[in-house]
């Protein structure tokens, strides 16, 4: 699973990796996989993951969010929503990123509109430069 996922966040049509883990709590355990080399393919390529916020999943955990943070990769809090209701869950995927002590600019759906459509329109090779430690902005 590590070298398909490596493989997906080379694909230049691909912004976000979702599901990182893959886990589906009380019915599918998570893949095995290297999430080191998940997050360093990840930030090589000018990706982010996702922090998912649905109770079902909650994928990154507080542990893994963190350390995807510490070697430079930014993240997407998302609710996996099925119906309008779930999206009242980000407050799960918030709670998760405070944990990981992961700020506002390190999560690309808090960065104001002209920002994230700079960021997702930008050849990949761009966003892979260097960002800031702890991802403030530049």
């Not at 691909?14 to 999430?35: C, M």
């Not at 507080?62 to 119906?83: N, P, Y």
Request: contains cysteine; proline residues 7%; aromatic residues 4%.
């Amino acid at each position: 699973m590590t070298r398909r996922i490596c493989r997906a966040l080379a694909n230049p049509h691909v912004s976000i990796l979702a599901h990182p883990t893959g886990r589906l709590l009380g019915e599918r355990e998570p893949y095995d996989v290297d999430l080191d080399a998940v997050f360093a393919a990840a930030r090589r390529h000018g990706k982010a993951v996702e922090i998912n916020a649905s109770p079902q999943r909650t994928d990154l955990n507080d542990v893994q969010a963190r350390r995807a943070a510490d070697l430079g990769v930014l993240v997407a809090i998302t609710t996996d929503a099925h119906q309008p209701g779930h999206l009242q869950q980000i407050d799960l995927g918030v709670a998760t990123a405070r944990r990981a002590w992961i700020g506002p600019a390190q999560v690309i759906n808090t960065w104001p509109v002209d920002r994230l459509l700079g960021w997702a329109g930008r050849p990949r090779a761009v966003r892979a430069k260097k960002p800031h430690p702890r991802g403030r902005s530049r």
